[in-house]
């Protein structure tokens, strides 16, 4: 966890787990809240350049990312930059047996005030990147939760959200009857306290994307996949 006007936070950074033959379960945790009268900046990552391998048996791993930009105050430059990854070049191995993965990213970013459109508040959540998963045989689950908003100025310039749920990845879940749920959604919410056109001061964008430049093979069994986006702005 860290807490600063200018922040960063890892669960883990260039590292392994290795948890051997038994019924494991694993957690990451990062989170990030930056607050500033001015510039709000953080990102949160769970994993980042490493290795998890859950070996054989009933495993659980969590991975869970938050972020949160918050501008306060009356600025001619106020923008709230929020991001927050779960998994990032990263290689997961759950090994067989009935696995759990899940993964949760959100990210917020707001701000209370900005002069003439000169602030933005930029929110992005992404769930896996440049990362494969291989939960091996088994009855495994797969569930990647991905979500980002931004608002809550008045006049402020632009709100860009987005979220992504697989991005540049893939996805094995070898033998066995397995479930794969990836949802990403993203909401961008302007605010004009003096009732000009966004045009004039700035533009609310938003994109949900569940599934990008990644493959998913759930190999023999009973599988079922869901993947929803769903995106928003004002």
């Known amino acids: 966890y ?21 019924n494991d379960t694993v957690t990451l945790n990062a989170s990030d809240l930056a607050v500033s009268m001015g510039q709000a900046i953080e990102p949160a990552y769970g994993a980042v350049n490493s290795s998890i391998n859950l070996g054989s048996g009933d495993d659980s791993l969590f991975i869970n990312s938050s972020g949160k930009a918050l501008s306060i105050g009356w600025s001619w430059d106020q923008s709230a930059l929020a991001a927050a990854y779960g998994v990032i070049d990263s290689t997961i191995n759950a090994g067989s047996g009935n696995d759990l993965i899940n993964i949760n990213v959100s990210s917020t970013a707001n701000a209370d005030n900005g002069w003439w459109g000169q602030s933005s508040q930029i929110a992005k959540s992404v769930g896996v990147s440049g990362t494969n998963i291989s939960t091996g045989s088994g009855n495994d689950t797969l569930n990647i939760n991905v979500s980002s908003d931004a608002g809550g100025m008045l006049n402020p310039g632009d709100v860009n959200v987005s979220s992504y749920g697989s991005y540049g990845s893939s996805i094995n879940t070898g033998s066995g009857d397995d479930s794969i749920n990836i949802n990403a959604s993203s909401v961008s919410l302007r605010t004009d306290l003096w009732g000009w056109e966004s045009r004039e001061i700035g533009l609310g964008q938003s994109e949900a994307v569940g599934l990008e430049k990644s493959t998913i093979n759930t190999g023999s069994g009973d599988d079922k996949v869901e993947i929803s986006a769903y995106s928003f702005g004002t």
């Open 2 to 22: 860290s807490f600063g006007t200018n922040t960063n936070s890892w669960a883990i950074r260039d590292s392994s787990i290795d948890t051997g033959i038994g």
